[in-house]
């Protein structure tokens, strides 16, 4: 099938790189930063679009992977020029994390387009994209997931259909959320057995080794150590999802004091001018004498 992409960022160009290679001929690609989708467009053989109506019309199938709500919301209603502008037919694969609120929303305009819509959270990194092994969970129709299940073996390693529009987005909050306190953990940890003069590899041995164990410590503890916060996910994403996860708590009554902290934290390397680092980076919070990345 032919594919164009919506969001050509470091997942998103590296997931059309996937596809291609794969032998679905990526068609268009839009995004607001014309000089990345102009780059790519001429790597692939593709076309940069310069509207969405174009990427719709160019594709069977289009992936969108943008930043928030807002994002979300303008590439599939904006009066002037959205995607599902002549959609008959059409299927949109959403890899947002967004509010499970607007993945819904999305795929009650699609509907109302003769559309389909599915959202597709991706719980990996740029290197998954890039291999075609993201973890996938995804949430619309059944039909719609069947259509789509070819496109999203070719991304993902693992695919688990979650259920309606809105509940893959609702599971991804919440790993994104234990995710975030996790990492913000590690560095307190981390942190504080450097202030006791504890050798810190050493440390990091031992917690792989009890309960202090996490996939964080295995993706983010070196880094921690050596001040390495090339971005693999933001801080200001992170604080964007935890955010996430908080609504949702607020509107189950729920206080969830954890998540709350971990937000202020990532919410506070945004403020240090820290935000476009990596996840890893709320360590230069917690060690002493840190405060910003070297």
């Known amino acids: 099938m032919n594919v164009a992409f919506v969001g050509v960022g470091r997942m998103g160009a590296n997931m059309a790189r996937r596809l291609q290679e794969r032998g679905h001929p990526v068609t268009a690609l839009f995004d607001l930063n014309r000089a990345a989708a102009t780059d790519l467009a001429q790597e ?20 969108t992977v943008v930043s928030d709500d807002a994002a979300m919301r303008a590439i599939f209603s904006a009066p002037n020029d959205n995607l599902l ?13 967004i ?22 959270c991706m719980a990996s990194s740029i290197s998954q994209a890039r291999e075609g092994t993201l973890y996938l ?16 073996h070719e991304l993902g390693s693992a695919i688990r259909y979650i259920g309606a ?48 164990a996490s996939r964080v410590l295995e993706t983010d ?11 693999f996910f933001s801080a200001a994403h992170a604080a964007k999802d935890s955010g996430i996860a908080l609504s949702l708590g607020e509107q189950e009554g729920l206080d969830l004091p954890l998540a709350r902290a971990t937000k202020a934290q990532y919410e506070a390397m945004i403020s240090a001018g820290l935000g476009d680092l990596d996840k890893s980076g709320i360590a230069e919070l917690t060690f002493k004498g840190r405060g910003s990345a070297s």
């Open 165 to 212: 529009a809105g509940e893959a987005a609702k599971v991804k909050a919440l790993v994104n959320m234990v995710m975030n306190i996790n990492t913000a953990g590690l560095a307190e940890g981390l942190g504080l057995g450097d202030a006791l003069g504890i050798d810190l590899k050493m440390l990091r041995e031992v917690f792989a080794e009890t309960g202090a």
């Open 44 to 63: 692939l053989g593709s076309f940069a679009s310069q509207s969405l109506g174009e990427v719709t019309a160019a594709a069977e199938v289009i992936i």
């Open 221 to 231: 503890g070196e880094d921690m150590q050596k001040r390495d916060h090339v971005c």
């Open 137 to 152: 969970m995804c949430g619309g129709a059944r039909a719609t997931f069947e259509r789509a299940e070819s496109i999203l």
């Open 99 to 120: 509010t499970p609120q607007v993945h819904v929303e999305i795929e009650r305009l699609a509907l109302a387009a003769k559309a389909e819509s599915l959202e597709a």
């Open 85 to 97: 502008k002549n959609a008959d037919g059409k299927l949109f694969i959403n890899c947002a994390t």
